[in-house]
């Protein structure tokens, strides 16, 4: 079994920057694709980033493509996500997911195996 343990959210004002982590436990893995989703209340989740094994592949989506940079270490089964310029509507419970065995960064949330618990972003006016 595989767990992920996201960290790094809080409250921050419109134009300010967070940075997301997610590590993952367990059983070892290779050739696995990370990604971020974010879910607002009343709306279903969301792509927002992925990252192909090798980090040579990334994927955004339009709303946060040019803010928002993931990244990731192997050596530490982790993934990450720098968020900058921030505006409310970035308001959500973040998600890190995993796709084993991965090799395109695929923006759907059913191609994902594993998922952290979530942590909350929120993005004052």
């Known amino acids: 079994q595989v767990q992920l343990v996201e960290s790094g959210g809080g409250l921050v004002q419109a134009g300010g920057s967070l940075s997301l982590s997610c590590t993952a436990s367990g059983r070892p893995m290779s050739s696995y694709v990370m990604g971020w989703f974010r879910q607002a209340p009343g709306l279903e989740r969301e792509f927002v980033a992925a990252?192909?094994?090798?980090?040579?592949?990334?994927n955004y989506s339009d709303p946060v493509k040019d803010r928002f940079a993931i990244s990731r270490d192997n050596a530490k089964n982790a993934v990450y996500l720098q968020m900058n310029s921030l505006k409310p509507e970035d308001t959500a419970v973040y998600y890190c997911?995993?796709?084993?065995?991965?090799?395109?960064?695929?923006?759907?949330?059913?191609?994902?195996?594993?998922w952290g618990q979530g942590t909350q972003v929120t993005v004052s006016s």
């Open positions: 997911a995993v796709d084993w065995p991965g090799l395109l960064t695929t923006t759907r949330p059913e191609d994902y195996d594993y």
């Open positions: 990252i192909s094994w090798n980090g040579g592949n990334t």
